[in-house]
């Protein structure tokens, strides 16, 4: 049993306000919010995989508040703490390869954080090929994940996640992260890559398709 949900349910109704004040200490989100949207200024139809119970969709839908969301995970919490506009999100309980059945090519702008370092070694190169299929001809992929360190922000980090959600985390080096992604999406693909707030743990990357030029107005932060 994992003991995270058990004792944020202790929290009752601050349970949200703890969350947000507990992630805080690990990464800002809002930052990598603005980020993105610098980045990547304009999006209508995104989607974003492994949203958990829905801190990061927040931002996406406060980001592009003309865009339409999804929002999936494999967890059945899905999108559990969203608040904000709920009209143009949605949130399913699926995995992105049953997603990229029913729409494939479908996403201008795919979001993909904190997740990796959850997923089995085993199982990341077809997570980010299926990722892959469901980005749009002239899409994007951001993502972001915890690089490990030998520093104690990351010993804290690996023990939070490993004692608290109880997953089984693995977390990539700089190079193995970008070694995965470009090995779906070519060599040359990585347009943009900078740290977050408050730890240099935390690293945004920004992925476009070799056939696709970088429009270097998007990307002046
Ligand atoms: C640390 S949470 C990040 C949640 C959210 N992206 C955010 O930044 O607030 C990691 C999430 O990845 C999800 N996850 C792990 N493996 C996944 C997979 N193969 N497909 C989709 N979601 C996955 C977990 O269920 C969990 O909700």
Not at 18 to 32: C, G, H, K, S
Not at 122 to 138: E, V
Request: glycine share 6%; charged share 25%.
């Amino acid at each position: 049993m994992r003991p995270g949900p058990l004792i944020r349910r202790l929290f009752g109704p601050h349970e949200r306000r703890v969350a947000e004040a507990y992630r805080r200490i690990f990464v800002d989100l809002d930052e990598l919010a603005g980020l993105m949207s610098a980045w990547v200024p304009r999006a209508q139809r995104i989607l974003e995989v492994g949203c958990g119970e829905g801190a990061m969709t927040e931002r996406i839908a406060r980001a592009y508040p003309t865009a339409a969301v999804t929002a999936i995970d494999i967890s059945p919490r899905v999108g559990r703490l969203f608040r904000g506009q709920t009209f143009a999100v949605t949130f399913r309980q699926e995995t992105i390869a049953d997603l990229v059945c029913r729409e494939p090519a479908s996403f201008d702008l795919v979001v993909l954080s904190d997740v990796i370092h959850h997923v089995p070694a085993d199982a990341r190169r077809s997570l980010i090929g299926a990722i892959d299929q469901a980005i749009a001809p002239n899409g994007s992929l951001f993502f972001k994940d915890w690089v490990v360190s030998a520093s104690p922000i990351h010993w804290l980090c690996a023990l939070s996640d490993r004692y608290l959600t109880g997953d089984d985390v693995a977390y990539c080096t700089l190079g193995g992260l970008s070694a995965l992604v470009t090995d779906v999406f070519g060599p040359g693909t990585i347009r943009r890559m900078d740290t977050v707030r408050p730890w240099h743990n935390n690293v945004a990357v920004l992925l476009q398709r070799s056939d696709q030029p970088f429009s270097r107005d998007t990307a002046n932060r």
